[in-house]
């Protein structure tokens, strides 16, 4: 019953780390946000959770940068650019994901499938390393 107790709390500070960072952070990362008021935290804990919430909706993987999967808890509909230099992963707010649906139709006949959802990512220099 104890380690059940645990592991929710583990769970929900793990989701709340996750959910207050607009940075797009990696299992690694949250995993140091936690290991000093958590010492007991695993990393596989960790991973094993952030499953779990793509499972359920609660958070998306948003792409993999420099070998390193990153995730989302903003579930609304948005792009995101990732900064091929400091590997920084923005938030595009005001650009939805849908495209146009003739070219949801397009790919739909091209590859004979159903376009559930899809993931619109934009790469170049955030307007630090531009400078």
Not at 111 to 131: K, M, P, Q, T
């Amino acid at each position: 019953m104890n380690s059940k107790r645990n592991f929710s709390a583990k769970r929900e500070a793990i989701y709340h780390v996750l959910a207050s960072t607009k940075s797009h952070p990696t299992a690694e990362w949250i995993h140091e946000q936690l290991h000093s008021s958590m010492p007991d935290l695993s990393l596989g804990t960790v991973y094993r959770n952030l499953s779990v919430f793509k499972e359920t909706g609660l958070a998306k993987s948003v792409a993999v940068v420099n070998g390193q999967e990153r995730f989302d808890a903003d579930m609304s509909e948005h792009c995101h650019f990732i900064c091929e230099c400091c590997d920084a992963v923005i938030d595009i707010p005001n650009l939805r994901q849908i495209p146009d649906r003739n070219y949801v139709r397009q790919v739909e006949q091209e590859c004979r499938c159903s376009v559930r959802r899809h993931n619109i990512l934009f790469y170049g220099l955030c307007d630090e390393c531009s400078e």
